[in-house]
Nanobody
Framework: QVQLVESGGGLVQAGGSLRLSCAAS????????MGWYRQAPGKQRDMVAY???????NYADSVKGRFTISRDNAKNTVYLQMNSLKPEDTAVYYC?????????WGKGTLVTVSS
């Protein structure tokens, strides 16, 4: 298993930017896929973006062109750069690593976008 710790959330006005970080407890060189999910109040947890070791990325339609996921294997960290934030981006953002059996999740970081 790998422990994941998110940081970088906070309160921002619409149109602003935030960068989330996800620090892993061990080397991520051998972890192919890492990503971010989010869960808004009263809603299900949805995929936001993920990235593979080869650099391939995938984004939810709602964030394409505004969010960018990246990873730094040397720092065991995955990032989510969020630009042009909208009130509907308000959610708890979770770092995610798919694993055989049980996926690994962080505890989340809250992003609040005010209008």
């Amino acid at each position: 298993q790998v422990q994941l710790v998110e940081s970088g959330g906070g309160l921002v006005q619409a149109g602003g930017s935030l960068r989330l970080s996800c620090a892993a407890s061990r080397s991520i060189f051998s972890i192919n896929t890492m990503g971010w999910y989010r869960q808004a109040p009263g809603k299900q947890r949805d995929m936001v973006a993920y990235i593979t070791n080869s650099g391939s990325t995938n984004y939810a339609d709602s964030v394409k062109g505004r969010f960018t996921i990246s990873r730094d294997n040397a720092k065991n960290t995955v990032y989510l750069q969020m630009n042009s934030l909208k009130p509907e981006d308000t959610a708890v953002y979770y770092c995610w690593v798919p694993r055989p059996g049980v996926d690994s999740w962080g505890k989340g970081t809250l992003v609040t976008v005010s209008s």
